[in-house]
């Protein structure tokens, strides 16, 4: 087995965020789903974040026609910073610089929405041959539950791809990607994937193992997607491009393991768990919680009896 010492180092992510958002019209209407509010920060500031505590100083969005507001974002606010300068508000100068600081930023156009093979295809000549992150911005994973860097640590040791894998009822497995895996002996989280079906029809799911949105990748997957066709939906499926890389060498950059997760996990692409993560995180917070924990359990034990 190669040593982790010899693996080129992961230090690039790609964040495709070129998705029309059609689940939250209007609102998404003029403003970029991944800019909705989650507390006071934007969804994808969540997901940078993320990038940055696993190492990940090079980042790629991925983006489409009016997404303008994510460059803006990430982007020094000049007027901004200056107002709250000369106002002595130290406390919300450092919030809006806090999203320029995270790491380097880069942004490329997806064109034709050709579904997420397509969107990760487009990332090829900034990752440059390099094992890089994906990281999808509707998948919001809890800071204190880390996910990112264990699954570099396993492409690091086994080479190859690595997904991210979440046990869920065998009644909602028809809305993932799902995998078929076995164990291989590094540990109680980590399986070899040896099959990866996307979105199967009931009572075909080789699992309950879904994938979700982590994705540590060789660039091989790049030969693969070019020869992928479309799949589910008529959209080029990464699930399929990583069932392909699960058939290669090895030694190649081929093989795909699978880092089991169960820690806490949002899917902001989804209104009512969009809402359980607001609620979540704000009864958390320590500047909000007190007060909005007290306002909540008012709330539900008068307003929700029924």
């Known amino acids: 087995m190669t040593t982790t010492s010899s693996r080129i180092p992961v230090t690039k992510a790609v964040v495709p965020a070129a998705g029309l958002g059609t689940r939250f019209l209007p609102a998404t209407k003029a403003t970029p789903k991944e800019m909705l509010p989650v507390v006071d920060k934007p969804a994808i500031q969540y997901v940078v974040e993320e990038a940055s505590a696993a190492g990940l100083s090079d980042i790629l969005m991925v983006t489409g026609r009016n997404k303008r507001a ?4 990430f982007d020094r606010a000049y007027e901004l910073e200056e107002l709250l300068v000369r106002k002595g508000d130290e406390d919300r100068l450092r919030r809006v ?5 995270l790491a380097n930023m880069h942004y490329v156009r997806q064109g034709d ?3 997420l093979g397509h969107a990760v295809s487009v990332a090829e000549q900034h990752v440059a041959g390099q094992p890089f992150a994906v990281l999808l911005g509707d998948d919001l994973i809890d800071p204190r539950d880390p996910l990112l860097s264990r699954m570099i640590e396993v492409q690091q040791e086994f080479g190859g791809s690595v997904v991210a894998l979440m ?42 193992y879904a994938v979700i949105g982590r994705y540590v990748l060789d660039p091989l997957v790049f030969d693969v997607l070019r020869e992928t066709k479309p799949g589910r939906g008529g959209e080029i499926q990464l699930t399929d491009a990583l069932r392909e890389l699960t058939t290669r060498d090895a030694a ?12 806490r996990r949002y899917d902001t692409g989804d209104r ?26 008012g709330f539900v034990a008068t307003e929700l009896q029924d």
């Open 70 to 73: 994510l460059e803006d974002h």
């Open 97 to 101: 610089r806090e999203s320029v600081e």
């Open 113 to 115: 929405p050709k579904g």
């Open 167 to 208: 046990e869920v009822e065998p009644s909602q497995i028809h809305l993932y990607g799902c995998a078929a895996v076995k164990a291989n002996g590094f540990g109680e989280d980590v399986f070899e994937v040896t099959d990866l079906v996307e979105k199967p029809e009931p009572g075909e799911a080789p699992s309950n």
């Open 252 to 263: 190649e950059g081929g093989k795909v393991h699978g880092v089991l997760f169960k820690g």
């Open 272 to 297: 009512a768990d969009y809402l359980r993560a607001i609620v979540r995180l704000a009864a958390e917070r320590e500047d909000l919680g007190p007060e909005f924990r007290s306002w909540l359990r």
